[in-house]
């Protein structure tokens, strides 16, 4: 079984920064990958970044280039460096773990960039 707890959401400007984390705990087995997702009010779940045990690293169309994700297996830590923020990214952020065992899923953090 594997957890995860996401934090590091909150309320920031237009152009501001934030930086996700999430602590994952429980075993990983390789291969795997560790992603973020999110969901804004009304719309589908959406890809905003992956990154896989090998190394490739994948974003979602409208946030390359503003943000970066990265992971620290040893520490078993995902992280999400979000730049230039956009009103269009206020969601909750989810992290999300699939590995040869099953997919498991955070519980959510909210980012709502707003002036």
């Known amino acids: 079984q594997v957890q995860l707890v996401e934090s590091g959401g909150g309320l920031v400007q237009p152009g501001g920064s934030l930086r996700l984390s999430c602590a994952a705990s429980?075993?990983?087995?390789?291969?795997?990958?560790m992603a973020w997702y999110r969901q804004a009010p009304g719309k589908e779940r959406e890809l905003v970044a992956i990154?896989?045990?090998?190394?490739?690293?994948n974003y979602g169309d409208s946030v390359k280039g503003r943000f970066t994700i990265s992971r620290d297996s040893a520490k078993k830590m995902l992280y999400l460096q979000m730049n230039n923020l956009e009103p269009e990214d206020t969601a909750v952020y989810y992290c999300?773990?699939?590995?040869?065992?099953?997919?498991?899923w955070g519980q959510g953090t909210q980012v709502t960039v707003s002036s």
């Open positions: 990154r896989t045990s090998s190394g490739t690293t």
């Open positions: 999300r773990v699939q590995h040869p065992r099953g997919i498991y």
């Open positions: 429980g075993s990983i087995f390789s291969p795997n990958n």
